[in-house]
């Protein structure tokens, strides 16, 4: 199983940054997709979820209006549109795959991808 983020970097405040996450060695299309950050001395947090089927999304509130995530099952990927970036955006950015299946969680997490916003 991997799950590999890329496209973070340094960026502007007000600026605009893609997020993807590639996956493979599981039914992909089976899984929810989740963000996480976990900002320097603070908690984990979930930051975007796109179900499965049906691509239902949620939105943390500091992000709502912001952040899109969406999902290309053909390429096993999720990705993460960040819009009108704020330095409190800052943080390591997580891909999460989840699947519950009678009652048994089968979790997988990418090594995570540094966003930082700063002039």
């Known amino acids: 199983v991997q799950v590999v983020e890329s496209g973070g970097g340094l960026v502007q405040p007000g600026g605009s940054l893609r997020l993807s996450c590639a996956a493979s060695g599981f039914t992909f299309s089976r899984y929810n997709m989740n963000w996480y950050r976990q900002a320097p001395g603070k908690e984990r947090e979930l930051v975007a979820t796109i179900t499965t089927p049906g691509g239902s999304t949620n939105y943390a509130d500091s992000v709502k209006g912001r952040f899109t995530i969406s999902r290309d099952n053909a390429k096993n990927t999720v990705y993460l549109q960040m819009n009108s970036l704020k330095p409190e955006d800052t943080a390591v950015y997580y891909c999460?795959?989840?699947?519950?299946?009678?009652?048994?969680?089968?979790?997988?997490w990418g090594q995570g991808t540094q966003v930082t916003v700063s002039s």
């Open positions: 999460n795959a989840l699947r519950v299946v009678l009652g048994s969680e089968y979790d997988y």
